[in-house]
């Protein structure tokens, strides 16, 4: 039995005296949040996740009475005890007082994963709970993937684990085998290197029966983790719908409401229209760097909401962009701030190139980024990639790279000002590499090689900025060159078989009309005069026509 818990209800008088108190119950058990979590289902509700437990205790949201009960449970009050009530009045002070939010409450984490309740994706949880549910039976793998920024972690950590319970977190490096001997699931997270695939491989492939291995890895590493990785749970582009519950959500459990058509001009910036079944990968983690710099505005107000002027004062999520762009680039250093503007350049489309009237993202090939590249040289560009891929400027898919919205192109000033100073040369880049894209997928097929106008201004632009293409674009026009190059002569035998079979022809055809001619008398003598239905159509050579005769 634990201690008699030390909170005193009647010291309640609002949410931030109600978390005091609720902090002093907890530190009187001595217990951690997950041992006292497991204990609120002896109070007939449904298992709380330890999180949930969490965010009570320490203010950042209010139970409601059924969970306070719960939560009274656990801290090892008696059903009967008429405390209780106290304690019911005391959740009715804190709930009726002007509230501002307390200091650490972030409802919305920006670029860090969901750490409370998970919004808008209840279905999608349930399905991988499923699965790992149906694997425990033979032991195996359960495989969730997306691209960067797509809310993987958020889904495993907020979402399955606290549905699970019983499900052990786990590094990529550490020693699974020795966890699946203690923990009948082990969630392994944030896999996003080829190298942590291939590592993770061998004790992937021996789950013992009735353990499960939960692994959440970036797409563009799926792809070393082998068999293991097949049948993979792809997480998908949130819907409108379920990008307005990731607004108004967090929000309302934290007590603070979102105010009425936030959530739609929110969605409005990112460019999803109200019922769109899906929206880029790249929407969620821009949406989520929004919020959090509205949410700041509304900590800074002292809330009891978060506000449409909040959202605005924090420079929408332009605003946001803008600001993480920036201290992405400014991280960086010179050396690797030298390799971002090419290599965001080759990241966007331009008007008059496939139909486009406005600059709108391209998404290349990464292989093409390091392909040729010295060990170092490779290791510098990938790290800069990185570190704009953490920053959710860009998204990483399955060998695939792009920005993570076309809201980037117009929010950062800095990628804007060089996609106009670029202009005139813009035509020439994505010529090269979308060429340099299809050759390589095309197995490097001659037919895809460029030629004629398309060549020669291919071939001004690399002469002019060298050091703008990657290696295996410059592969790509000298093969090009080369293949031009040699079709000249190719050309020129082609042009004289084809004008000596031409003099042939014409020899042929001339001998040919001298022999009819010569033969002309002797048939008109032999048949007694030129046959009434052709009178007066041939003529002999040098004969005068004339009439026939009556």
């Known amino acids: 039995m634990p201690p008699q818990p030390s909170g005193d209800p009647d010291a309640v008088a609002d949410r931030a005296g109600l978390a005091e108190q609720l902090g002093r119950m907890k530190d009187a058990t001595g217990l951690s949040f997950r041992a006292l979590a497991r204990r609120t289902q002896e109070s007939g509700v449904p298992l709380l996740p330890f999180t949930t437990f969490r965010d009570y205790v320490q203010g950042r949201s209010l139970p409601s009475p059924v969970r306070l009960d719960a939560l009274l449970t656990a801290f090892g009050v008696a059903a009967d005890d008429p405390v209780r009530e106290r304690w019911r009045a005391a959740l009715r002070r804190a709930a009726a007082a002007p509230s501002k939010p307390p200091p650490g409450l972030r409802p919305y984490p920006g670029a860090a994963p969901v750490a409370g309740p998970l919004f808008g994706r209840s279905a999608l949880v349930a399905e991988v709970v499923g699965r790992v549910r149906d694997a425990r039976a033979s032991g195996g793998v359960v495989v969730v993937t997306a691209p960067s920024g797509a809310g993987t972690s958020s889904l495993l950590r907020a979402g399955v684990r606290p549905a699970l319970g019983d499900a052990v977190g786990a590094a990529p490096d550490a020693d699974l085998a020795a966890l699946l001997g203690e923990a009948r699931t082990v969630l392994v997270d944030d896999v996003h290197r080829a190298a942590e695939a291939t590592a993770l491989r061998e004790v992937l492939g021996a789950v013992p029966a009735g353990r499960v291995v939960l692994l959440g890895i970036r797409e563009d590493a799926l792809a070393a983790l082998g068999e293991p990785g097949h049948d993979p749970v792809r997480v998908p582009g949130m819907s409108a719908a379920q990008l307005h519950q990731v607004v108004t959500g967090p929000a309302r459990a934290a007590g603070f409401p979102a105010a009425d058509g936030l959530a739609e001009l929110a969605l409005g910036e990112l460019e999803v229209p109200p019922g769109a079944p899906s929206s880029p990968p790249g929407a969620l983690p821009l949406l989520a760097l929004a919020l959090a710099a509205a949410w700041e505005r509304t900590t800074a107000a002292g809330g009891p909401e978060i506000t449409i002027a909040h959202h605005r004062e924090a420079g929408g999520v332009h605003g946001a962009v803008e600001r993480t762009a920036e201290a992405a680039y400014a991280a960086l250093p010179p050396e690797r701030q030298a390799l971002v503007r090419p290599l965001l350049l080759r990241l966007v489309r331009v008007p008059g190139t496939a139909g486009v009237a406005d600059p709108v993202r391209r998404r290349i090939r990464r292989f093409g980024l390091t392909h040729g590249l010295a060990a170092g040289a490779a290791a510098e560009t990938d790290a800069t990639v990185e570190a704009l891929v953490a920053a959710r400027i860009l998204v990483a898919g399955e060998g695939t790279l792009e920005l993570a919205h076309d809201v ?41 090689l460029l030629g004629g106008r398309a060549l020669a201004g291919a071939s001004a632009f690399a002469a002019a900025e060298p050091a703008e293409l990657y290696p295996l674009e410059h592969e790509f026009l000298a093969a090009s060159r080369e293949r031009e190059e040699a079709g000249g002569p190719r050309r020129t035998r082609r042009l004289q078989v084809a004008v000596a079979v031409l003099a042939v022809l014409l020899v042929v055809a001339m001998a040919a009309t001298a022999y009819a001619l010569t033969r002309l008398p002797a048939d008109r003598s032999g048949h007694g005069g030129t046959p009434p239905g052709d009178a007066g159509v041939v003529v002999a050579a040098g004969a005068e026509p004339r009439a026939p005769s009556p």
């Not at 000033?413 to 997928?441: K, M």
């Open 408 to 448: 980037v192109l117009r929010a950062w000033s800095r990628l804007a000002d060089w996609v106009r100073e670029d202009r005139e040369r813009r035509p020439a880049r994505g010529t090269v590499t979308d060429g340099a894209r299809i050759w390589h997928d095309s197995g490097r097929d001659e037919g895809t």
